[in-house]
């Protein structure tokens, strides 16, 4: 199936605020400042003003700005990327503590061009902030590092308090959307993450408008269950580019409400949904429902 025109108006819920209030410059400066990059900018997110300026976060992007995969959904630069900088962990968790952070969400790109794809640079940097700011709740999104369970081992050993990987689509479309990357992969890589640390929290994410089908999403939500997938988010994609794949549909928010009820029904402790919504989208804010509804869940076991 070729692509076909993204629709050239966004629908009347995509209005987005813009906050350049002094925290929105605070942050700006502090990552300019540090030489840090985020994935708030790489990835060109809607939800940079409100998340920068109203709520006071960033989601860290580690190892560079240069990814070695080309996913076609993707704004960040693909090449081959530069050395490792080995005091980045530091850096970040310096970052954090100056502002004050109570949750703080790191990704990273793909970097097959290292041995272990980055999971130890992924694993100081969790020890790193929980070392300088250990009231601070640690969420990671990273790569599959090719099905690496040293690799993925290595970063669930660093405790983070929630481990992220995307499926980012649905099964059919993950060919056409993803680079070097496989539905089956990501699946296994949220398997080993449950059985290296049974008491982990797990994460995943889907973008719609892809060309998916809601059987599709249902299909991919259970797939995620299937791996004890705690939390799930579903967003909608924009096309970053014109080099990117365009959208095919635009999912209404009583239709993202729905499939947030679908998600919870499965068994999902927490389900954000939305068409602004994104991997680090609240994620504080999701955490600590996360944790509300977790004790409940247990004392309901009791």
Same mark, same amino acid.
């Given at each position: 199936?070729?692509?076909?025109?993204?629709?050239?108006?966004?629908?009347?819920?995509?209005?987005?605020?813009?906050?350049?209030?002094?925290?929105?410059?605070?942050?700006?400066?502090?990552?300019?400042?540090?030489?840090? @990059?985020?994935?708030?900018?790489?990835?060109?997110?809607?939800?940079? @003003? %409100?998340?920068?300026?109203?709520?006071?976060?960033?989601?860290?992007?580690? !190892?560079?700005?240069?990814?070695?995969?080309?996913?076609?959904?993707?704004?960040?630069?693909?090449?081959?990327?530069?050395?490792?900088?080995?005091?980045?962990?530091?850096?970040?968790?310096?970052?954090?503590?100056?502002?004050?952070?109570?949750?703080?969400?790191?990704?990273?790109?793909?970097?097959?061009?290292?041995?272990?794809?980055?999971?130890?640079?992924?694993?100081?940097?969790?020890?790193?902030?929980?070392?300088?700011?250990?009231?601070?709740?640690?969420?990671?999104?990273?790569?599959?590092?090719?099905?690496?369970?040293?690799?993925?081992?290595?970063?669930?050993?660093?405790?983070?308090?929630?481990?992220?990987?995307?499926?980012?689509?649905?099964?059919? !479309?993950?060919?056409?959307?993803?680079?070097?990357?496989?539905?089956?992969?990501?699946?296994?890589?949220?398997?080993?993450?449950?059985?290296?640390?049974?008491?982990?929290?797990?994460?995943?994410?889907?973008?719609?408008?892809?060309?998916?089908?809601?059987?599709?999403?249902?299909?991919?939500?259970?797939?995620?269950?299937?791996?004890?997938?705690?939390?799930?988010?579903?967003?909608? /994609?924009?096309?970053?580019?014109?080099?990117?794949?365009?959208?095919?549909? /635009?999912?209404?928010?009583?239709?993202?409400?729905?499939?947030? %009820?679908?998600?919870?029904?499965?068994?999902?402790?927490?389900?954000?949904?939305?068409?602004?919504?994104?991997?680090?989208?609240?994620?504080?804010?999701?955490?600590?429902?996360?944790?509300?509804?977790?004790?409940?869940?247990?004392?309901?076991?009791?």
């Amino acid at each position: 199936m070729g692509d076909t025109q993204a629709p050239e108006r966004l629908p009347p819920w995509f209005k987005v605020r813009l906050n350049t209030s002094k925290s929105y410059g605070a942050i700006k400066s502090l990552v300019q400042s540090e030489g840090l @990059h985020t994935v708030c900018q790489e990835a060109r997110c809607p939800n940079l @003003h %409100e998340c920068w300026g109203t709520h006071g976060t960033a989601s860290f992007m580690i !190892l560079g700005d240069t990814c070695t995969r080309r996913c076609r959904f993707c704004a960040v630069g693909t090449g081959l990327p530069g050395t490792v900088d080995i005091l980045e962990p530091m850096k970040v968790a310096a970052s954090v503590m100056k502002m004050g952070l109570k949750h703080v969400h790191v990704t990273m790109v793909n970097r097959d061009d290292l041995p272990d794809g980055g999971a130890s640079a992924m694993a100081a940097t969790v020890r790193a902030i929980k070392a300088r700011a250990p009231e601070c709740s640690v969420e990671v999104l990273t790569s599959d590092f090719m099905g690496s369970r040293d690799a993925i081992a290595a970063v669930v050993e660093s405790s983070p308090d929630i481990v992220s990987h995307n499926v980012e689509t649905v099964r059919r !479309l993950t060919p056409r959307v993803r680079s070097r990357s496989t539905y089956e992969r990501s699946l296994l890589f949220l398997r080993i993450a449950r059985e290296l640390d049974p008491k982990a929290v797990t994460k995943s994410s889907l973008m719609l408008g892809l060309g998916e089908t809601r059987d599709e999403i249902l299909s991919t939500m259970d797939d995620l269950r299937a791996k004890d997938v705690d939390i799930v988010n579903l967003g909608q /994609y924009l096309q970053p580019t014109r080099n990117n794949i365009p959208v095919q549909r /635009y999912w209404t928010p009583d239709e993202f409400a729905s499939l947030r %009820e679908a998600a919870l029904e499965r068994g999902f402790l927490h389900c954000e949904a939305g068409p602004l919504v994104r991997s680090s989208y609240h994620a504080g804010e999701q955490y600590e429902s996360f944790r509300q509804n977790l004790q409940r869940a247990r004392a309901q076991r009791a």
